[in-house]
């Protein structure tokens, strides 16, 4: 069982950058593999990034890429996602989830375990 927390979500300025950070407990999270999805009002989950357990390979969807960073702190039990340069288009819901395979990465049933989610919202 894992248990996952986000935090870090807010009201910003379109150019402004927000770090969310997904704490998790349990005996299986430090071997997990962890993603970032989001959801706007109407639409599908989407996929945002993912990161290995040990953290040395990163995925990304095209729209963040580049402007989004994926990483974690195992001491912490912590996955952090920096975004950069926010866009009105990146307003959302922020899910962390964790799952045990890398297969599928982008894809949410690949994932066991979710957060509650975090709002971002970016306007001006």
Wanted: hydrophobic share 30%.
């Amino acid at each position: 069982q894992v248990q996952l927390v986000e935090s870090g979500g807010g009201l910003v300025a379109p150019g402004a950058s927000l770090r969310l950070a997904c704490t998790g407990s349990g005996p299986t999270f430090s071997t997990s593999f962890m993603a970032w999805f989001r959801q706007a009002p109407g639409n599908e989950r989407e996929f945002v990034g993912a990161i290995t357990y040990t953290g040395f390979t990163t995925y990304y969807a095209r729209s963040v890429k580049g402007r989004f960073t994926i990483s974690r702190n195992s001491a912490m039990n912590t996955v952090y996602l920096q975004m950069n340069n926010l866009k009105p288009e990146d307003t959302a819901v922020y899910y962390c989830a964790a799952g045990r395979y890398e297969n599928d990465y982008d894809q949410t049933k690949n994932y066991d375990y979710w957060g509650q989610g975090t709002q971002v919202t970016v306007s001006s």
